[in-house]
Structures are given as structure tokens and as C-alpha cells.
């Protein structure tokens, strides 16, 4: 079989090309932009398939580069922290702490759940981890971290297929019920005589795309820019110096914690990056790192532990829904806010952060702005998620003791 191994920038190409495929899928299956699925997505999961099915036929192995996805997750969160001004966390108090008290319970109950069904499957409990909040709420890498840390034999394949296919289901399964949502709330609203939100709201193909009506500048475009890759930069550099003193962090925090703070002594010496640059930046390194993602997806990998695989995916999404109606949606105020915050949270509690926020993004240029749902979730989520799931596995796998 042919290996045909992409570089950094066939990558690229690869992952635009997708993009671009999925606005004219949108265009043609008008039902897919009305369900908030991010074109990346939608047609990212097609080509994988493909990709998928041409390695199994023994045809041609396409394998992306890795390079692209992960400098590209550093400036869409060196974005994120660009936007973090300290003037507006007051606003979001509450609604931060909504989101965390979300994220707690979502990551006990799908590790509950998890176990649950490895126990019912005649496997180990503690492999239920991996079908739990290591893989959904964390992501491959949390997998990864995790497998090697429990010794636990499939583990790390069932991490693995189990966020891939949380991938899928966060883009899918969040923008259809936050649209519900919205759409109810839009009807409650019409009947009080208040303004539809979604006739103010900007018309976009894609999500990640807001409507800019500025001119562009190189000029205008060198400091903020500068800011931006200065914390790209920097955040890896400081994950090793912290590493050496024995804390961990993920690169991604760090360089969104390094652009808030450089933002906001920005904002206390009067000269306040321009912040639209970086927001188009980032929207742009968003939308590519979903379609390279999509892309890379391996369907190979989910066949050994399908059982418990596909049965742990189907009660994922019921638990992860539940949290975001239950927590999330109510205590926003079952409202235009509510609904967009319920989607973000199902979307990185299935997936991933940026699948949430791709969400995010969508569903304001459908429904209008949701400034209180997108603060808390980018502020509380990023922040908090990965330490309150390493503290929840932590104290599972102490608990559980060796398999």
C-alpha cells in the first residue's frame, strides 16, 4: 500500500480545501447549517470516512501532518486570551461559576457511567475511565497522559477511540440541541413583544466567521500580531520551566494565560492591542484546526473495543446533554444566553474546546451575540477543566486501585 505523507503545507491545503468543501455541502444540505454543524465538520467527517476506507482497501495511506494542528490551537487560544479584558470578568462571575460547577459534575458522572459499563462488559472498572472524562471531557491528550499513568491493557486504545469519536459527536450532537434551544427561546421571547435576536444577527456560512467591516492594514495588523505570536511562543517555553519545578500545565493555558496578562497591562498603559485582528486570526486557525482534526481521524483504531465503545459514546451524550440542559441552560436563565452556553458546554465536554466554540461562534451569527455565554465558557472551561478532571481521575484511580 502507498504512504503518502502530507508536509506542514499540504497540510494546510488539505485542511482549506476541506473547509471550503463543507460551505458548498452547507449550500446544498441547507438542513446542516440550520442544525449549527460547523462546515469543517460536516465534511471533515465525510473525507475521513473515505480517507478510512481507502486504508482499509489497501489503496493509499494519506497521513497529515501534526505540526499545523498544534501551532494552530496555540494562536486560536492566544486569541481567546487576547479577548479576556479584566474589566469584563466581573460580568462573569456567576455564569463562571455555573460552567465549573457544569464541568465537576459532567466529569463525575461520565466516569460513573463509564465504569459502569466496563463493569457490565466484564472489564475492569478502571477502564471505564477511558470511556469517562479522560477521553470526553479531556481529549486525546488527557487519554494519553492517563493510559500511561494507569497501566491498565486497552486503555489507551479505548481513550483514543473514544475521543475521536467524542470529536464527531461534540460537533454533531451540540449545535442541533443549542439551536433548539435558541429557537425556544426565541418563540418565548416573541410572545413577551421583545426583539428577535436572530434579525440582528449577521447572515455566515460558517460559525468561526463574524462579519468584519473594517479595511485591512498591514500596518494596522503588525503589533497585535506580534502580541499573539509572542505568546505562541512563549507558552511552550514556560510548560518546560514549570515542568522542571515539577507542575504541569498544557502549552495551550499557558500561552492563554500569557495573552491575558499581556493584553490587559496593554489596557493599563492606554495602548490596547486592536483586538479585531487577533479575533480574525484566531477564527481563522479555529475553523482550520477542526478540518485537520477531522481529517486525521483514524476509524481503525475504534474497532477493538466497539462494544463498549459505541455504548459508552450513546451514554456520554445523554449524560454530557443532561448536565448542559440541567446545570447550564437552567441556572443561564433558559434564555438566548443559556441556549449558546449549553451548546459551547456540550461541545468541549463531548469534544473538545474548540469544537465547543466553533458551536459558540455559529450559533451567534445565527442567533446573535451571547457576550456572557462565550466569556464563561472560554474563561471557566479553559481554566478549569483540565485541573478539576486530573483532580476527579486522580482520586478514581486511587480509589480503584490497580486493575
Request: proline content about 4%; hydrophobic content about 60%; some cysteine.
Amino acid at each position: 500500500m502507498m504512504i503518502m505523507q502530507l508536509d506542514n503545507a499540504w497540510t494546510l491545503v488539505a485542511a482549506m480545501a476541506t473547509i471550503l468543501l463543507g460551505m458548498r455541502i452547507h449550500r446544498v444540505l441547507p438542513m446542516l447549517d440550520r442544525a449549527n454543524i460547523p462546515p469543517a465538520v460536516s465534511a471533515g467527517l465525510l473525507l475521513s470516512v473515505l480517507l478510512a476506507l481507502l486504508r482499509a482497501g489497501g489503496i493509499v495511506d494519506v497521513r497529515l501532518a501534526t505540526v499545523p494542528r498544534d501551532v494552530l490551537l496555540l494562536v486560536f487560544f492566544a486569541s481567546l486570551g487576547f479577548g479576556a479584558h479584566l474589566g469584563r470578568l466581573a460580568t462573569a462571575g456567576k455564569s463562571a461559576l455555573v460552567i465549573c460547577l457544569a464541568v465537576v459534575l459532567v466529569a463525575v458522572g461520565q466516569n460513573l457511567a463509564g465504569m459502569l459499563l466496563a463493569s457490565a462488559f466484564g472489564q475492569p472498572a478502571v477502564l471505564g475511565l477511558f470511556a469517562g472524562s479522560a477521553a470526553y471531557l479531556g481529549g486525546h491528550g488527557t487519554a494519553t497522559a492517563w493510559a500511561s499513568a494507569a497501566h491498565v491493557e486497552g486503555a489507551l486504545e479505548l481513550g483514543l477511540g473514544s475521543a475521536t469519536l467524542g470529536l464527531v459527536l461534540g460537533g454533531l450532537v451540540a449545535g442541533p440541541v443549542a439551536a433548539w434551544l435558541a429557537r425556544r427561546a426565541e418563540g418565548v421571547a416573541r410572545a413577551a413583544g421583545a426583539p428577535d435576536a436572530a434579525q440582528t444577527a449577521p447572515d455566515a456560512h460558517d460559525a468561526a466567521t463574524p462579519v468584519r467591516a473594517s479595511p485591512f492594514s498591514s500596518d494596522r495588523w503588525l503589533l497585535p500580531l506580534l502580541g499573539l505570536f509572542a505568546c505562541v511562543a512563549a507558552g511552550p517555553q514556560l510548560r518546560v520551566l514549570l515542568a522542571a519545578q515539577g507542575w504541569q500545565a498544557p502549552a495551550f493555558l499557558l500561552v492563554l494565560l500569557t495573552a491575558v496578562v499581556l493584553t490587559n497591562l496593554a489596557d493599563a498603559a492606554r495602548r490596547p492591542f486592536d483586538t479585531e485582528a487577533t479575533d480574525l486570526v484566531g477564527t481563522l486557525a479555529l475553523r482550520v484546526f477542526l478540518a485537520i482534526a477531522m481529517l486525521a481521524l483514524d476509524w481503525a483504531e475504534l474497532a477493538g473495543q466497539l462494544p463498549l465503545l459505541l455504548s459508552g459514546a450513546l451514554v456520554q451524550v445523554a449524560v454530557t446533554v443532561a448536565v448542559g440542559l440541567a446545570v447550564v441552560y437552567t441556572l443561564f436563565g433558559r434564555g438566548h444566553e443559556g441556549a449558546v452556553a449549553c451548546g459551547g458546554f456540550i461541545g468541549f465536554g463531548m469534544g473538545a474546546m474548540p469544537i465547543g466554540l466553533a458551536v459558540m461562534r455559529r450559533l451567534q451569527a445565527t442567533f446573535g451575540d451571547a457576550p456572557r455565554a462565550m466569556l464563561a465558557i472560554t474563561l471557566a472551561a479553559s481554566l478549569f477543566t483540565d485541573t478539576a478532571n486530573a483532580l476527579i481521575l486522580t482520586a478514581l484511580l486511587r480509589w480503584l486501585g490497580p486493575a
